[in-house]
């Protein structure tokens, strides 16, 4: 059996940010205009409208604490049957704080998962040349 999930698609804005997936490392969009990440990506800056954008590469060391999370017992896209309960959170890069990354938290019991709990990022390979950034308690 293949990968069952959907695979996330690469457009024009996002593809630094899943290229830099791919090669295990997180890439982020910055404005060059006034400074602020825009995290997801996109064709302009969330918060002054400047298209002027530049991508900071992360590298592969990334930690965050959970800034919220919620947990699903229903899978909401097909392929995530087999991994219910599904902790979906919200992790505050600690690097850069004002980035939260809506994410899945693997390895960890419902019960385990709290707010402000260390987590890194972990890649996913799910076909031979993409991956996928997932997180996990920092042990
Ligand atoms: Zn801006």
């Given at each position: 059996m293949g990968y069952q999930k959907p695979v996330p698609l690469k457009n024009q804005d996002n593809s630094p940010y899943w290229d830099a997936a791919d090669r295990h490392e997180l890439s982020l969009q910055r404005c060059d205009s006034c400074h602020e990440y825009a995290h997801p990506p996109g064709p302009s800056c969330a918060k002054c409208g400047s298209t002027e954008l530049s991508w900071i590469n992360l590298g592969s060391d990334v930690k965050a604490r959970i800034y919220s999370y919620v947990i699903s017992y229903r899978p909401f896209l097909p392929g995530f049957q087999e991994d219910l309960p599904l902790i979906i959170a919200q992790a505050e890069l600690e690097?850069?704080?004002?980035?939260?990354?809506?994410?899945?938290?693997?390895?960890?019991?419902?019960?385990?998962?709290?707010?402000?709990?260390?987590?890194?990022?972990?890649?996913?390979?799910?076909?031979?040349?993409?991956?996928?950034p997932q997180w996990i308690a920092v042990k």
């Open positions: 690097e850069v704080p004002e980035v939260k990354i809506t994410c899945n938290v693997l390895q960890c019991k419902p019960e385990d998962i709290e707010i402000g709990m260390p987590v890194q990022m972990i890649w996913e390979g799910i076909l031979e040349d993409r991956a996928l």
